[in-house]
């Protein structure tokens, strides 16, 4: 075996031995949704972090840099200012009452199971289809690292992911996703100092990528208008994404969220840091690749000595799998605990719904591998999702969540129409709005309106569904 | 071939203070807890 293999091999057996852990660790769904709602700063910070940072950050971020320039680099931080948003204004309304799902969130707030169906039914679609494009992405790695056919290597990434996930739930996620943020610190930590080394350090490589590329210390390689779009899009899927909303009722409380947080916002500044330096050094060595795309494993093989290359390697697969096992969780908990037990059959037993809750994991991760393999979605159509699924999120989730917490008249017919109108929207832009503009802008404006709108024309929602979150109405305060 | 100057350097300083403004605003909302 190769030393990429072998590599790769220690790297799933650690993998399996937190996942068997977990099984242990998992008594009822709460522990298997949202780890007990018990996790400390350090263990929910990393799994923020690590399910932030997607195969995206290491190919396709590294990819637009490499084409557009380092001013695209200045999109980032709109992250940190996402989850600063998120802990001091959404959290501490968002976490007074603990659910297992988003969609139960939705329900609690907007007194309907109707609402709740819906936004289950969003997640799934738009969860399921990104899956596969990252299923798509691990079948092309284990091709490169074990020569295996890249069907095969779909099925097996497929096949590692459910087992940790479906066996260990949350629990298992939120662990390996903690492993998975070490290697991916570690392969873009080891990869920076030996490229500069290439490129004669650090002076070397500014000036050298000055005449490789004139424009890419300038800001005319994006138009100012795509940049703050993207920035915005960054934003509200940082801000309101199920994935990253569902770890803050897996965190202990709001001591824990505020510390968990800052950990998590130094952890992406710093592998987004070093995945752009990377970029640059690309456009310095390997000047005139077809797609910015390659950049990426053109560093990894050809720059980096072959153990290095394959823990680089095992940091992109790091990167998917951390971020495709989130999925599962938010898409699995839609389809047993939003679809299953509270639509079709609300009385299972206890004893039985941690089986719904598994078998529900199995056919949402099996799914996106068996349309592959079906010929269904291959290409365009799922690459096209992939782009749109952070708008999408956005769009959806944004208002009804944020608003929700801190706005009173919100009410039912609006979130729906919020949700509805933005996912229509988003898609709308993109197949006939300016490419100039991210289509999140389109997406949340519209969304926006509507949520603001129909509440305004609608019953206000009973006090029931405001009891959670905000104080009783007996002071001065207003909303 | 001009220094990079504000786009390169700016960037992580940009960093560097959000993550100090972040820590800032943590301790001064915990202060008298």
């Known amino acids: 075996m190769t030393t990429q293999a072998w590599v790769f ?56 840099m490499y084409t557009a320039g380092w001013s695209f680099g200045w999109v980032l931080l709109s992250i940190p200012l996402a989850y600063w948003f998120m802990v001091a204004v959404l959290a501490p309304r968002f976490t007074r009452q603990k659910e297992l799902t988003i969609p139960a969130f939705i329900e609690t707030r907007y007194y309907g199971k109707g609402v709740r169906g819906l936004a289950a039914g969003i997640i799934l679609i738009a969860t399921v289809v990104y899956i596969q494009a990252q299923i798509v992405a691990g079948g092309l790695i284990a091709n490169t690292v074990f020569g295996i056919p890249t069907t095969w290597g779909m099925v097996g990434f497929t ?29 873009a930590l080891f990869a920076v100092p030996l490229a500069l080394r290439q490129v004669d350090g650090l002076g070397g490589l500014l000036t050298l990528v000055q005449s490789a590329h004139p424009l890419v210390f300038t800001w005319e390689t994006m138009p100012a208008t795509l940049l703050l779009t993207m920035g915005l899009s960054f934003f509200l899927g940082g801000v309101a994404t199920p994935e990253k909303l569902i770890r803050l009722y897996a965190m202990k409380d709001m001591r824990t969220i505020r510390r ?77 605990v ?25 056919i949402v991760g099996s799914t996106p591998v068996a349309l592959l393999l079906s010929g269904v979605g291959e290409g365009d159509l799922v690459q096209f999702i992939v782009l749109l699924f952070t708008a999408l999120m956005a769009a959806a989730f944004v208002l009804p969540v944020v608003g929700g917490v801190l706005w009173r008249r919100a009410t039912r017919e609006g979130a729906a129409a919020a949700m509805i109108g933005g996912v229509a929207a988003t898609f709308a832009w993109e197949v006939w709005g300016a490419p100039t503009v991210e289509p999140v802008l389109c ?17 206000a ?10 104080e009783a109405r007996t002071t001065s305060e207003s909303a | 071939m001009s220094p990079p100057g504000f786009t390169f350097w700016g960037l992580f300083v940009a960093c560097a203070l959000l993550i100090a403004g972040y820590g800032a605003w943590m301790i001064w909302v915990e202060r008298d807890r």
């Open chain 1, 9 to 64: 091999l220690g790297y799933f057996l650690v993998v399996f031995g937190i996942g068997w852990y977990s099984l242990r660790a998992t008594r009822d769904e709460t522990d298997y949704w949202i780890a007990g709602g018990e996790l400390g700063w350090f263990t929910g910070g990393a799994t923020m972090a690590a399910t932030h940072t997607s195969a995206g950050t290491f190919v396709g971020t590294i990819g637009v």
């Open chain 1, 159 to 187: 096949a590692i992911l459910l087992v940790y996930t479906v066996v260990g739930g949350m629990v298992a996620v939120v662990y390996t996703d903690a492993f998975q943020l070490v290697v991916m610190g570690l392969g």
């Open chain 1, 260 to 336: 968990g947080v800052l950990f998590a916002i130094v952890m992406i500044l710093g592998i987004n840091l070093l995945v752009f330096v990377l970029a640059l050094c690309a456009i310095v060595l390997f000047p005139a690749l077809s797609t910015g795309d390659l950049a990426m494993p053109m560093v990894a093989t050809a720059v980096l000595p072959a153990t290095l290359g394959s823990i680089m390697l095992a940091a992109i697969t790091a990167a998917m799998m951390s971020t495709v096992d989130s999925l599962l969780i938010v898409a699995g908990s839609a389809l047993s």
């Open chain 1, 338 to 362: 939003d679809i299953y037990q509270n639509l079709i059959h609300p009385e299972v037993s206890l004893r039985r719904r941690m089986w719904v809750d598994r078998i529900g994991i199995l």
């Open chain 1, 443 to 459: 997406g949340f404006l519209v969304s926006a309106a509507l949520f603001v709108g129909v509440s305004l024309v609608t019953p």
């Open chain 1, 461 to 470: 929602p009973p006090a029931s569904a405001l009891e959670p979150y905000f």
